[in-house]
């Protein structure tokens, strides 16, 4: 296994710009999650995929997100309109078939809005 | 709603002597338990789990839980910490389903 990887590992952008997140799963990797954490605190659920079909969506992903998962490979999450209070890591899991609750994180994209 | 809280924000311990980090949970429905570490500028690590079975689990690098159900607790010890044990540790816990609830976080700061 090559890990969950994700890109860009850092993002400065200005408020009020649209920002997009790629996330690749461990190969075979069913279901891919998305998580958010401020400084200080634990991460918080955003949403999951199963392949393709997004599953769940977190009270705290305003419509200003979306997240997508197109081909049920890679995942990509956009924050449109970029709030300072957007300013996090953003960490991206993944977790196989029949084995759902062991999920497999990758490095993050730290976002920083200016 | 499931609830994870960690009692400790900050446990500052030299070297060598044991720590103990302490997780609480909340749920009315059958969990199961992680603890993840995570490095500076680093994501989560899995250290350990507790799905079923023997309710004290182990990790390779000498960390040990013990679920607890009565006490809804699931706390990590180490009986002798190294100064590369220094991170975050996050308890979580995931209700057989999808989404992982964590814990505010410890930070673990081994010093000489």
């Known amino acids: 296994d090559t890990g969950v990887s994700q890109d860009p590992r850092h993002k400065i952008t200005k408020r009020g710009q649209n920002v997009t997140f790629r996330c690749d799963p461990i190969s075979e990797h069913n279901r891919l999650y998305w998580y958010r954490q401020t400084l200080g605190q634990g991460p918080e659920f955003l949403t999951y995929?199963?392949?393709?079909?997004?599953?769940?969506k977190s009270r705290l992903l305003s419509d200003r997100f979306s997240a997508e998962r197109p081909k049920g490979s890679f995942s990509t999450l956009e924050i449109q309109r970029t709030e300072q209070g957007d300013s996090a890591m953003y960490l991206c899991?993944?977790?196989?078939?029949?084995?759902?609750?062991?999920?497999?994180f990758g490095p993050g994209t730290r976002l920083t809005v200016t | 709603a499931q609830s994870v809280t960690q009692l400790d924000s900050q446990v500052p311990v030299f070297e060598e002597a044991p720590v103990e980090l302490r997780c609480n949970y909340s749920s009315s429905v059958s969990v199961y338990l992680f603890w993840y570490v995570q490095y500076p500028n680093q994501g989560l690590q899995l250290l350990l789990k507790?799905?079923?079975?023997?309710?004290l689990v182990e990790s390779i690098n000498g960390f040990e839980a013990e679920f607890n159900k009565s006490q809804t607790s699931f706390h990590l010890r180490k009986p002798s910490v190294h100064i590369s044990d220094t991170a975050e540790y996050f308890c979580a816990v995931n209700n057989q389903g999808g989404k992982l609830i964590f814990g505010q976080g410890t930070e673990l700061s081994v010093k000489p």
């Open positions: 995929f199963q392949n393709e079909a997004q599953l769940e």
């Open positions: 507790y799905l079923s079975g023997s309710t």
């Open positions: 899991a993944s977790s196989k078939p029949r084995s759902s609750y062991e999920q497999y």
